[in-house]
């Protein structure tokens, strides 16, 4: 179990920032902007609830954890297009999962 949510929130800062994203920190997660598209990034060892609202939002996590991160928002069916990013102690990362909204 990892203990250092600091080292994934970096990872997550760092994969937006190599994608040309602007990043503004909004406490759990940051916003990204890039000409027209805002995404909500959140660093997500756990999830307790899916956010409410967001036109899209992507939540990095450990490579291991995706499956459980995928389920959870799927039970939530939230109203947003959602991506789901894995990385793991390399750096390496691949988005695993993407919802678009119904």
């Known amino acids: 179990m990892r203990a250092v949510t600091k080292h994934l929130d970096e990872k997550a800062q760092s994969i937006f920032a190599d994608l040309g994203y602007t990043l503004t920190d909004r406490g759990e997660e940051y916003l990204a902007e890039r000409k027209w598209r805002v ?6 060892t756990a999830l307790e ?8 939002r992507c939540f990095v996590t450990w490579t291991e954890a995706v499956a459980d991160l ?12 959602w991506a789901i990013i894995g990385v793991d102690d390399d750096g390496d990362y691949e988005v695993a999962r993407r919802q678009s909204a119904a």
């Open 39 to 44: 995404v909500h990034v959140t660093p997500a």
């Open 49 to 56: 609830e899916a956010p409410e609202s967001g036109d899209y």
């Open 70 to 81: 995928e389920a959870r928002l799927e039970s939530a069916d939230p109203d947003y297009e």
